[in-house]
């Protein structure tokens, strides 16, 4: 979820996507992310050689703009680039450090476009032993640190 830059989304009433804003993504808390850590170091024994899918929530980016201008009164939409272009703004940004980055990163994007990146929330769960945080959870708990 904090790959969603809530202060720039805030001021410039824009969250910019090389992708589909309406196909769903999963995404999990860092908070959350760090419970499990912790529990798993805690007990690595329980966790040897297990992989876990950590997704809270499956939502669009276009979900998420709605949520955030519901919960924070300001007009906030999705400003979808081609992913070129957005690729170079990463370029300009100093983001991306070779080709291989750029590959990939360029490669995401169509797969993002094309199916989103979703997955199963219960996993996540079942090693909180509680519901993860949701979208509506981390805004109601974020937004106040950019609009007070």
């Not at 850590?37 to 050689?49: G, R, T």
Request: hydrophobic share 40%; glycine share 6%; charged share 25%.
């Amino acid at each position: 979820m904090q790959n969603v830059d809530l202060s720039s989304a805030l001021r410039t009433g824009k969250v910019q996507l090389g992708f589909s804003s309406t196909v769903p993504h999963g995404f999990v808390d860092l908070v959350d992310l760090t419970s499990i850590a912790m529990k798993i170091m805690n007990d690595p024994a329980a966790h040897n050689l297990a992989r876990y899918e950590f997704v809270s929530e499956n939502v669009s980016y276009d979900e998420i703009t709605r949520m955030i201008s519901d919960l924070s009164g300001r007009q906030v939409k999705c400003d979808v680039i081609p992913a070129k272009d957005f690729l170079s703004m990463m370029n300009a940004g100093g983001e991306i450090k070779n080709e291989f980055a750029e590959d990939a990163i360029l490669r995401m994007m169509v797969y993002y476009d094309r199916w989103g990146l979703i997955g199963n929330p219960n996993v996540l769960k079942w090693l909180l032993g509680r519901q993860p945080t949701t979208w509506e959870a981390y805004l109601r708990r974020e937004l106040p640190k950019f609009t007070s």
